[in-house]
C-alpha cells in the first residue's frame, strides 16, 4: 500500500516556557481526567488517534491526522469551546509536526524540555498519560510503536548522561526557594499539603534539608499517613489544616484540586493570631491552588510553579554539556529511527 504523505503526527500544546501559569492552568486536565479527554479527542473529526499529557508545566496532545488544519481547529475548539479569548495569546501554543513532534516527544520523555532538568517525575507522567490513552481506546499500532520507542530513548538518555545528578524534581527545587526564603530550614515548622509525586519529593527534599517538623495533609488520610511515616511527620487532618497555620513557617501546596484551597479571606483570619511572623506559602499546584490575592496580605510571600524559574536557570547552566549530550543522543536516534516511525505510521493509519 503506498504511503499517504497526508497522514502525520502531530504535536499541539503550551508550556512554562510558551505560557504564564495564569494560562497553562486553564488547559490543565487531572489525572482522573486523562481517559475522558482522551476518548473525547479522539472523537473529533481528523484526529485518528491520540495521546493527551498534562503535568504542571504543559498540556500537550500528541495526535495523527490526515487533515492537520481540521484537527488543528476541532481540538482548539474543544478547549476553548469556541474562539480563543482574547486574553489568551495563539502566541502560547506551539504546534509540531513530523519529525519535530518526534523530537520534541522524545526530549520530553528524556527530561530535557522539562523546568527541571532531568526531572524523575516527566517520565512517569508520560507513561500514566499513555496508559490512560490506551485504556481511552484513543490509540492503535502507531500511537503504541512510538511511544514504545521514544521510552527506550528517554531511558537511553538518563542512562548515558549526568543530567539526573542534582535537584531533579520540582519539590527539591522548591525547598531551596524555602531555605532561601528562610535562611535556614532547621527548626521550621513545614506543612505539606497534598500527597501525590511532587508532595512526596518536596517532603523528602525537607527532611534532607534539616526540616524537623514536617506536617502532611491530604484529602486521602491514608496517603497523608504514608507519605508522613516515610519522611518522620505527623499527619493533619485536611478538614483541620487550616488552623495549623497559626504556627507554620512554610507551606507547599501541590493538590490535584480544581479550585483555590488557601483564599486572602481565610488567611487574613489566621494571620491575627501569627504575632506578626513572616508566612512562606509555595503553590506547586496547576491550576493553582493559593488565591494570588494573598500575595498583598502583610507578612505573606507567596511563590507559585513560574517563580521556581531563577533557580532553576542555575541548574541548567551546570548541566549545559549533559543537556547538549543528550541532544545528541536523540539527533542520532531520530537519524536512525524516525524515517521508519514515521513513514510505516503513515502506511499504517491510510
Not at 484529602?219 to 511527620?233: C, K, P, T
Request: hydrophobic share 40%; with cysteine; charged share 20%.
Amino acid at each position: 500500500m503506498e504511503s499517504n504523505s497526508q497522514t502525520q503526527l502531530r504535536c499541539l500544546g503550551l508550556n512554562y516556557r510558551t505560557a504564564p501559569v495564569a494560562v497553562r492552568e486553564r488547559f490543565a486536565v487531572p489525572r482522573s481526567g486523562l481517559v475522558q479527554g482522551n476518548a473525547a479527542i479522539a472523537a473529533l473529526q481528523g484526529v485518528q488517534e491520540c495521546v493527551l499529557l498534562s503535568t504542571c508545566n504543559r498540556t500537550e496532545i500528541y495526535y495523527w491526522t490526515e487533515s492537520p488544519d481540521l484537527a488543528h481547529r476541532n481540538i482548539m475548539s474543544y478547549f476553548f469551546g469556541g474562539e480563543i479569548p482574547s486574553e489568551v495569546s495563539s502566541a502560547c501554543f506551539y504546534d509540531y509536526q513530523s519529525e519535530s513532534a518526534l523530537e520534541h516527544l522524545a526530549c520530553v520523555a528524556a527530561g530535557l524540555d522539562s523546568m527541571v532538568v532531568g526531572e524523575t517525575e516527566i517520565f512517569g507522567q508520560l507513561k500514566e498519560a499513555y496508559r490512560a490513552a490506551q485504556e481511552a481506546g484513543s490509540t492503535s499500532t502507531a500511537a503504541n510503536r512510538t511511544f514504545q520507542r521514544v521510552f527506550s530513548v528517554g531511558k537511553k538518555v538518563r542512562t548515558e548522561t549526568q543530567i539526573t545528578s542534582g535537584p531533579t524534581s520540582l519539590g527539591a527545587v522548591a525547598v531551596q526557594l524555602a531555605g532561601r526564603a528562610l535562611g535556614n530550614l532547621e527548626g521550621a515548622n513545614v506543612l505539606v499539603v497534598g500527597a501525590g509525586e511532587i508532595a512526596r519529593s518536596t517532603a523528602q527534599s525537607l527532611r534532607s534539608r534539616g526540616a524537623e517538623s514536617i506536617f502532611v495533609a491530604n484529602r486521602s488520610y491514608d496517603r497523608a499517613l504514608l507519605l508522613a511515616e516515610q519522611v518522620g511527620g505527623k499527619v493533619i487532618r485536611f478538614a483541620e489544616w487550616i488552623p495549623y497555620l497559626e504556627q507554620i513557617d512554610i507551606v507547599i501546596v501541590s493538590t490535584a484540586a480544581p479550585v483555590y484551597v488557601v483564599t486572602a479571606d481565610v488567611l487574613s483570619a489566621v494571620l491575627a493570631a501569627r504575632s506578626q511572623r513572616s508566612l512562606f506559602l509555595i503553590d506547586l499546584s496547576v491550576p493553582r491552588n493559593v488565591d494570588p490575592a494573598c500575595a498583598v496580605l502583610p507578612g505573606v510571600h507567596l511563590y507559585d510553579i513560574d517563580d521556581m524559574q531563577g533557580i532553576v536557570s542555575d541548574t541548567h547552566s551546570r548541566r549545559a554539556s549533559q543537556i547538549e549530550q543528550g541532544r545528541g543522543i536523540i539527533r542520532d536516534w531520530l537519524q536512525e529511527n524516525a524515517p521508519d516511525i514515521l513513514h510505516r505510521n503513515a502506511v499504517l493509519l491510510t
